[in-house]
């Protein structure tokens, strides 16, 4: 059973869903999700609330501001604080809904907002369990790989360029997604990328194919496993896909080293995109498992 929900962020309207489980008696547990890098709900995370819902679950899924259902300007701005703090305006507005068991939330986050799943679980105590999907681990480190040296001149430049033109008033600089013409500028430009996304965005025609510039300098200063060993004593599932070359297989398995118990690793065949598809039933199974054994025991149904 699935509804839409909105809920007020600092003054900026996010919308989403709300799916709660079949013939539900009393409170359920919650699940808090959001998507990564530039993408919205519609992007599989609703098979993923299905799976969850199915199991005794109530999910709470929303897009970040700025993107698809949700309020916000600039369109296609990513700011990782924002997006965190709209994690914890998620949970506060999850704890006001009679459906949901306060005491019993959890959140999941995949790529960017696996990130942020690290850093909230940190930070807010609320939270009773966390997934953390293929999670971004270190902005400088990924912008290392991702951009060869001999651009990085002219990328800091035009930030550069950017800042001081929104100083003067005009409006954000923007850039491709994907790239529109072979070799031409792009955030995602690897062959397994645009294949997720121009496949993904058949789900979702509220999807954009460009972001704000800045959100790509915001992204290069982010650090969320800073926060992964202040995780503990919740409790933390990292999955992590074996041959990532988006944020990083080794940069993850160093990361979940750092964190405490209690912890767990799931990695699965394939590279960052793999859970949404081609190992949606591992990576979906996986985060069903960890929320029941931690949120509702008595009561879930894997």
Same mark, same amino acid.
């Given at each position: 059973?699935?509804?839409?929900?909105?809920f007020n962020a600092e003054r900026t309207v996010l919308r989403g869903w709300l799916y709660l489980p079949e013939r539900a008696a009393g409170r359920v547990p919650g699940v808090?999700?959001?998507?990564?890098?530039?993408?919205?709900?519609?992007?599989?995370?609703?098979?993923?609330?299905?799976?969850?819902?199915?199991?005794?679950?109530?999910?709470?899924?929303?897009?970040?501001?700025?993107?698809?259902?949700?309020?916000?300007?600039? !369109?296609?701005?990513?700011?990782?604080?924002?997006?965190?703090?709209?994690?914890?305006?998620?949970?506060?507005?999850?704890?006001?809904?009679?459906?949901?068991?306060?005491?019993?939330?959890?959140?999941?986050?995949?790529?960017?907002?696996?990130?942020?799943?690290?850093?909230?679980?940190?930070?807010?105590?609320?939270?009773?369990?966390?997934?953390?999907?293929?999670?971004?681990?270190?902005?400088?480190?990924?912008?290392?790989?991702?951009?060869?040296?001999?651009?990085?001149?002219?990328?800091?430049?035009?930030?550069?360029?950017?800042?001081?033109?929104?100083?003067?008033?005009?409006?954000?600089?923007?850039?491709?997604?994907?790239? !529109?013409?072979?070799?031409?500028?792009?955030?995602?430009?690897?062959?397994? $990328?645009?294949?997720?996304?121009?496949?993904?965005?058949?789900?979702?025609?509220?999807? !954009?194919?460009?972001?704000?510039?800045r959100s790509v300098e915001m992204a290069r200063e982010y650090e969320p496993a800073v926060y992964i060993s202040r995780v503990s004593p919740t409790p933390l599932l990292v999955?992590?896909?074996?041959?990532?070359?988006?944020?990083?297989?080794?940069?993850?398995?160093?990361?979940?080293?750092?964190?405490?118990?209690?912890?767990?690793?799931?990695?699965?065949?394939?590279?960052?995109?793999?859970?949404?598809?081609?190992?949606?039933?591992?990576?979906?199974?996986? $985060? !069903?498992?960890?929320?029941?054994?931690?949120?509702?025991?008595?009561?879930?149904?894997?």
């Open positions: 059973m699935r509804r839409d929900i909105e808090v999700m959001a998507h990564g890098f530039t993408a919205v709900k519609e992007m599989y995370l609703d098979r993923y609330a299905e799976v969850f819902a199915a199991a005794g679950l109530g999910v709470l899924v929303f897009d970040h501001r700025n993107f698809g259902a949700s309020d916000g300007e600039p !369109r296609g701005e990513i700011d990782p604080w924002a997006q965190v703090r709209d994690y914890r305006h998620a949970i506060s507005f999850a704890r006001t809904l009679p459906e949901i068991d306060p005491r019993r939330i959890g959140i999941w986050g995949t790529s960017y907002s696996g990130g942020h799943a690290l850093v909230v679980g940190a930070l807010d105590r609320r939270v009773r369990c966390v997934v953390s999907q293929v999670p971004a681990i270190s902005g400088y480190q990924a912008s290392l790989r991702r951009v060869p040296a001999p651009q990085v001149p002219a990328l800091l430049a035009a930030f550069a360029d950017d800042r001081e033109r929104r100083f003067r008033g005009a409006p954000p600089a923007m850039r491709p997604v994907l790239p !529109r013409e072979p070799g031409g500028p792009a955030v995602f430009p690897g062959e397994d $990328a645009i294949a997720f996304f121009r496949t993904a965005a058949e789900r979702a025609p509220s999807w !954009r194919d460009e972001i704000t510039l999955i992590a896909a074996t041959d990532d070359n988006l944020t990083g297989t080794d940069l993850t398995l160093e990361a979940y080293e750092r964190a405490l118990q209690p912890k767990r690793l799931v990695l699965i065949p394939g590279g960052h995109f793999a859970p949404y598809v081609e190992e949606f039933s591992a990576s979906s199974g996986a $985060a !069903r498992d960890w929320f029941c054994s931690h949120l509702a025991p008595e009561r879930c149904n894997p």
